[in-house]
């Protein structure tokens, strides 16, 4: 005789553990527009919180695949995940992807288990800037630069201008101060587990079977054979994603309007194009 629980959706049977699954995959940044659709709180909050709503679920999972970028965000949806899971009274697996590095990283120690394939990319410990310098090539051209401030700080590290020792003397003491809060981030999260390397928070990354060693990651595999190890071969899991308005789009996410600004916003795409591409690269995907 066929029990009619065996017609109820998962998430409501008794003899089925359902968890669901966030994927936070790109770079980190505040806003962006219809040609870029970054992570940050503004688009991962609803996400998460729709995630750590359901009230039978033991916990939820986060896949995360990023090559860091906004410290700030990053911080911002690391605590996110902690104040919710605090909260709600859950248990948080992180899955690392491809990458969780810098501030993808930092997004993973919100995990209360870091779980990574043995070629994902971890750590990254560090903070940089980067860019470029234009002064030989306005002179070439002929492009007298005017610039106009009231305070003397306000255009350090202008690009159209020979750069400054003491500004860029100025950026690294900021530099240290930022990486200080990801170092005191990532030893309050992993605590113990972290091996003594000298190299752990220079900005060096590894492969998941070093991260293992290392103490950055917990365990190497994938999300349904950690699941199934936890909650027995019924478990389930239910892909959050974003929801749709009544004309497709998505919701949460930047709002989009093709209007005013458009041709702009397609060369601001090719420029973040070539940022996002550039933070991949560095980590060989």
Known sequence: MVSLNSFYPARFRKDITTIPVVRLHGTIAAGGNQFRQNLNIATVAPLLARAFSDKKAPAVAIMVNSPGGSPVQSRLIYKRIRDLAAEKNKKVFIVVEDVAASGGY??????DEIIADPSSVVGSIGVISAGFGFT?????IGVERRVYTAGENKSVLDPFQP???EDVSR???LQLEVHQVFIDLVKESRGARLKEDADLFTGRFWTGIRG????LVDELGDLRSALRARYGDKVKMRLISAQRGLFGRRV???STSIAAGTLAG????GLNALEDRALWSRYGL
Do not use: F, T
């Open 136 to 140: 030989g090539l306005i002179d070439k």
């Open 266 to 269: 397609i060369g601001e795409a």
């Open 163 to 165: 750069e400054n020792p």
């Open 252 to 254: 949460p996410g930047v």
């Open 212 to 215: 293992k060693e290392l103490g």
């Open 171 to 173: 950026l690294k003491d």
């Open 106 to 111: 930092m997004i993973a120690c919100a995990g």
